[in-house]
């Protein structure tokens, strides 16, 4: 029997669902887009898990986007990383902005990743966790490096053969390198501000609002008691409770059940799968409880969403 594991968006998949005005790739490894706003264009909104690692640069514009429930906008300049398993949620721009809205993906399968001549993993532990943020200001000079990375991999990626198959892989390794220093010269900055200005006090709420997320992300389709995670992390209930609440303005509580929504919308919409096989996958006791649960979050049925 699949797991919910199996029911990712790939590379594939995305460029059936995202407006691009140009798109170019090899195989379902890796495609190189060129994004604007179409307004025929339905697909926003729409939870999805990510089946591959994805590099979205701002040209012009701005748009937000929830990352495993984390609440970003991305302008002008600025590029998020987005790793495989984390769950997407892309905003409809507002209409003034549309116009303007102009992006470029990047997107690459575990496989393609894997053959870099770098230490994807690496930047992308040293980057994004310390950071606590997948996104980033990229300075002049290497949004120009960027840009001509990004015209190389385009042409090269229109040629066939395998040797340029090794080209592009080269290319992207090449980028991803320059793109990893930016990212340890932000974490370098982000010790210096704590060393010199942050309460320890503080940091270490935030760690520990970090450690609870993650062990939401692993186990809220079991445990959706907050005493659960407060006896993992050797906390009461109720001082992980307060904790959580000073730090995020949201209740443990309500963390939890944005992680169950989030899974049960991205299944809805992604996958084949019977409301039924849902309701068990989730570990909701029957499909009348599912029903209550989903319609006091959404205001809509199970169904009706999924017609939606």
């Known amino acids: 029997m699949a797991s919910l594991e199996d029911f990712k968006v790939n590379i594939k998949t995305i460029r059936e669902k995202l407006p691009a005005?140009?798109?170019m790739g090899i195989d379902e490894d890796f495609c190189l887009m060129d994004i604007r706003y179409d307004e025929r264009q339905e697909n926003f909104g729409y939870p999805c898990r990510l089946d591959g690692n994805v590099m979205i640069f701002c040209i012009n514009g701005s748009v937000r986007m929830s990352v495993n429930l984390n609440e970003y906008e991305i302008r002008n300049g600025e590029l998020i990383i987005c790793t495989a398993g984390d769950i997407v949620k892309v905003s409809r721009p507002d209409a003034s902005d549309a116009g303007s809205w102009h992006f470029v993906m990047l997107a690459m399968s575990h496989r393609f990743a894997s053959d870099l001549r770098v230490d994807f993993k690496r930047i992308l532990n040293e980057g994004i966790i310390p950071l606590s943020t997948p996104v980033i200001k990229l300075d002049e000079r290497v949004q120009e490096i960027l840009g001509d990375h990004l015209k190389l991999?385009?042409?090269?990626?229109s040629c066939k053969g395998e040797l340029y198959k090794?080209?592009?892989?080269s290319l992207v390794s090449s980028l991803v390198s320059v793109l990893g220093n930016q990212w340890f010269a932000e974490v370098g900055n982000m010790k210096s501000r704590k060393r010199t200005g942050a309460d320890a006090r503080s940091n270490?709420?935030?760690l520990v609002f970090e450690q609870f997320l993650k062990l939401v992300a692993e186990n809220y389709s079991l445990q959706r008691q907050v005493g659960f995670y407060a006896d993992k992390l050797c906390l009461s209930p109720k001082y992980l409770s307060k904790l959580v609440k000073e730090v995020s303005g949201k209740p443990a509580p309500e963390?939890?059940?944005s992680y169950v929504m989030l899974e049960a919308k991205h299944l809805l919409k992604y996958s084949h799968m019977p409301i039924k096989e849902i309701v068990y996958r989730l570990h909701f006791p029957n499909q009348t409880?599912?029903?209550k649960y989903f319609k006091a979050h959404t205001g809509m049925t199970p169904t009706d969403y999924r017609n939606s």
Request: aromatic share 14%; charged share 25%.
């Open 255 to 257: 963390w939890i059940d």
């Open 166 to 169: 090794d080209s592009v892989r």
């Open 153 to 157: 991999i385009a042409q090269v990626t």
């Open 204 to 206: 270490h709420k935030r």
């Open 21 to 23: 005005s140009s798109q």
């Open 289 to 291: 409880v599912f029903y």
